[in-house]
């Protein structure tokens, strides 16, 4: 029943399964030819702009050229990742910001996590100044703790004027409203875990 879902790892191909089975809205945003991070929104959702910011430092009428020097280079910690954008009216007429995102991994150096995440804090800082009333709710797996203050994203993510991050491990919910916040980790009825990171989920009161 949620409204709104932040998917990462996403195949291409299983993006209108998702999308059909669930009755929802999808925006997809390709990272590598074979995954891409997925929003998947109530039909009620009135969506009013969608967009991608590559956090790999390139513009984002460069985005796909990095998309395919990486592919070209056989792939490997150069992978692009993106932050994907929704400006959307809620049901009840609010304005809201909606983003999503995989974060880089370890294998990427120092200097790249400093760069990814300056971008994608000056992004939604400016999003943030320039609509200081719209309810703002994202977050994804970041690849990085709470714990991990001197993380360069945790650190982006202090500075965000208003907005109060959760997580259970790598996998957070950022939001400017109060939340509600757990964690579960999802099985199968034999018990087999179906993902190595648990399901987190918020309910954000506008």
Known sequence: DA????????????????????????YYAATTPV????????PDIEVRQDRVVF????VPGQA???LMQWVQQGGGAGEPRNLQ??????????????????HL?????????VQAAESLGRVLQQ?????????????????ATSEQADHPLVEQLQQLPGQRG???????????GEQQFSSQWVQQSDGTVVSDHPLVRSRVSQ
């Open 55 to 58: 956090t790999t430092g390139e």
């Open 64 to 66: 796909w050229d990095t």
């Open 3 to 26: 409204d709104i879902l932040l998917l990462q790892e996403v195949a291409p191909g299983h993006v209108e399964e998702l999308v059909e089975e669930l009755g929802m809205q999808g």
């Open 105 to 113: 991994t370890g294998a990427y150096s120092p200097e790249q996590q």
């Open 166 to 176: 959760q997580s259970h491990r790598l996998d957070w919910i950022v939001s400017n």
């Open 127 to 143: 999003e943030i100044a320039e609509s200081p009333d719209r309810l703002v709710v994202g977050g994804g797996d970041l690849n």
């Open 35 to 42: 995954q891409g991070n997925l929003i998947l929104l109530n």
């Open 85 to 102: 954008l929704l400006e959307v009216e809620l049901p009840g007429g609010r304005e809201a910001l909606i983003w999503n995102t995989h």
